[in-house]
């Protein structure tokens, strides 16, 4: 590779850290389970960064490399929880479990800093957005807190019906394993977690692969937020994960990663027409590109869409199909695009692209890209996939058919592809040909052309993005995917339903019934049959 040719600031190296990003080695060797902070003398798993420090990568530090034993005996902290329901917390009023939360949230500001450059760090996530995913998490429990204060707000009445008298409300499921992924290591496990809790369900978190030291300044938050074995943390990988779901005490599985590795999980479970699954999976995110495209805002969505964070995010734009007539168009000013991108270390000045934390990742995105240029396809950018240890400079892949790696799998990394077509049939085949079904984005002015691509492509993602990329937020929007993407429905106010059955208490309408129900209302015998109004 020709230094001279890439851009200033290619380079993974750390160089000169700023003082609000200088980072000590952590070594935690705590871990949460059943309300203590428990030391680990075991093994400990060293945490790396793809930051390098001259030869080698930045260690980072190390966290404890738990075992099957530790995984039991958080299952049975959790199982000690839930009792079978008559746990202190799952029979706790909605007002005490939110404070709780509340409290935890107090705590967890105050350690802000330090997650967010560890975040940065251990991810490569560029700093503003660092801060951003810490911010937006604090956010989307406090909004969590508002959405459950409305839906018990809603449950707070009787009604009666064919002469019986009865009141509904969302009861707890069980016990949850947590599982989260690197790419938004606070975020999207905080995004089940949350609401896993607040309903009352007692929780396990495994923490993310990468992405886990940023839990350590966290532990005592939780230790001193919640009742022992409420919320318990591990740190570790499949060791951990698969004797939890093989003992069958899980009731649970809150995953967001691949659909294969969440196949393999729940397969682990004795009995898994028993075990709920609330799963973020694959997505192959498509932008269609049609004839009539604003090219200037497609460009810039494009780009924006296919290669924020790197394209390491499941809502990604990761294959684009853009129409024969338009393509020279739209590969000349995503190149140039691309160009303007700064690269670099996480701190820098509104850096874009940055090192990747995934071990192998650049070979990988190598090897996509090979293939597909070895069947037709070229890259259409100067420099596209030029690779520096860990940092990756994005490729845009032109000539892309079905087939091909690039066209068929999820690349999640800073590779481009891009197919044509003269009919739109073509392209509409191909989102409903693949194994996804998360988003797309349809890119276009004529209102015929996009509404004629509107009604059938809303029956094979769940949410199509008119002249914008793909995305999660706002948190209120529901968030879910057909086919192999997902498996429940994620938002402030689905969350707490994916986490909860609807349970009611019925009686019929007689006067013993209604002098029994008026004492244990009058008198706040139960958290369940209650008429007390939150605010």
Known sequence: MSQLLVPQGFSPDAGAVPPECTL???????????????????????????????????????????TEAQSLAAVDAVSAAWDDGRGAWPTMSVARRIDHVEAFVRRMVAVRDTVVRLMAW????????????????????????????????????????AGIYAQTRRAPLGPVLCMGPYNYPLNETFTTLIP?????????????????????????????????????????????????????????????????????????????????????????????????????????????????????????LKLFYVHATRLEEFLARVGEGIAALPMGLPWLENVRITPLPVPGKPAALSAMVAEATGRGAWVANPLGGTTERTLVY??????????????????????????????????????????????????????????????????????????????????????TGRKDSAEGTLSVSDALRAFSIRTLVAAKGSSQNKELLANIVQFRRSNFLSTDFLF
């Open 394 to 479: 994005p490729a845009l892949v032109a000539g892309v058919t079905p087939g091909m790696r690039l066209h068929d799998e999820e690349q999640f990394g800073p590779v481009v592809p891009v197919a044509s077509f003269t009919a739109v049939d073509t392209a509409a085949k191909a989102v409903t040909a693949s194994p996804y079904g998360q988003q797309m984005s349809i890119f276009g002015t004529d209102p015929e052309a996009v509404a004629a691509l509107i009604d059938p492509m809303v029956n094979q993602v769940c949410r199509v993005n008119l002249n914008s990329q793909c995305q999660r937020g706002p948190d209120t929007f529901p968030f």
């Open 122 to 161: 251990e991810i490569c996530k560029p700093l503003p957005d660092c801060r951003a995913e810490f911010d937006r998490t604090v956010d989307y429990v406090r909004a969590t807190v508002e959405a459950l204060k409305d839906l018990d707000r809603a449950s707070s009445r009787f009604v009666i019906e």
């Open 196 to 316: 896993a809790l607040i309903m009352g369900n007692p929780v396990i978190v495994k923490t993310p692969r990468i992405g886990k030291l940023l839990y350590a300044p966290l532990l005592e938050a939780f230790a001193a937020s919640f009742p022992p074995g409420v919320i318990n943390i591990l740190f570790g990988g499949r060791q951990v994960a698969i004797p939890a779901l093989a003992s069958g005490k899980i009731s649970v599985l809150a995953f967001i990663g691949s659909s294969q590795a969440a196949d393999a999980l729940r397969r682990q479970h004795p009995a898994p027409h028993r075990l709920r699954c609330v799963l973020g999976l694959d997505a192959k995110n498509v932008g269609i590109v049609l004839p009539c495209a604003d090219m200037e805002l497609t460009a810039a969505e494009a780009v924006a869409g296919a290669l924020s964070f790197n394209g390491q995010r499941c809502t990604a």
């Open 24 to 66: 000590s080695p952590l070594r935690e060797r705590r871990y949460l389970i059943g309300g203590e902070l428990l030391t680990w003398s075991g093994p400990m798993q060293t945490v790396t960064s793809p930051i390098y420090s001259g030869n080698e990568p930045t260690v980072l530090g190390a966290c404890p490399e738990l």
